[in-house]
């Protein structure tokens, strides 16, 4: 088993930064792709943030592309997603998620594919 658990949400201004992280443990952190997925408020969840499982291969959803960052730490086994620039549209619980099942430089952005989920954390954007 995966246990991930998410942390760094808040209550943020428009055009503010905050920085996500994810803790995992359980398994070997180099195993598993990481992704990032919010879901707002009466709308499904949406991907957001992918790296893979070597760190060097990413991708972003078009709407933070250019404003999101995400990495990961092998020696802390954690991953992180640096949020900058920040929108009231950001407003969602962000989860982080991993998965096993692809290779080391690949990425996958189907919530479906990915096998473990922390339990999310709020994160709010003020106009």
């Known amino acids: 088993q995966v246990q991930l658990v998410e942390s760094g949400g808040g209550l943020v201004q428009a055009g503010d930064s905050l920085r996500l992280s994810c803790e995992v443990s359980?398994?070997?952190?180099?195993?598993?792709?990481m992704g990032w997925f919010r879901q707002a408020p009466g709308k499904e969840r949406e991907f957001v943030a992918v790296i893979s499982r070597s760190g060097s291969a990413a991708d972003y959803t078009d709407s933070v592309k250019g404003r999101f960052t995400i990495s990961r730490d092998s020696a802390k086994n954690a991953v992180y997603l640096q949020m900058n620039s920040m929108k009231p549209e950001d407003t969602a619980v962000y989860y982080c998620?991993?998965?096993?099942?692809?290779?080391?430089?690949?990425?996958?952005?189907?919530?479906?594919?990915?096998?473990?989920w922390g339990q999310g954390t709020q994160v709010t954007v003020s106009a």
């Open positions: 359980g398994r070997t952190f180099s195993g598993y792709a």
């Open positions: 998620a991993a998965t096993p099942l692809i290779g080391r430089g690949a990425v996958v952005t189907g919530q479906y594919e990915y096998n473990y």
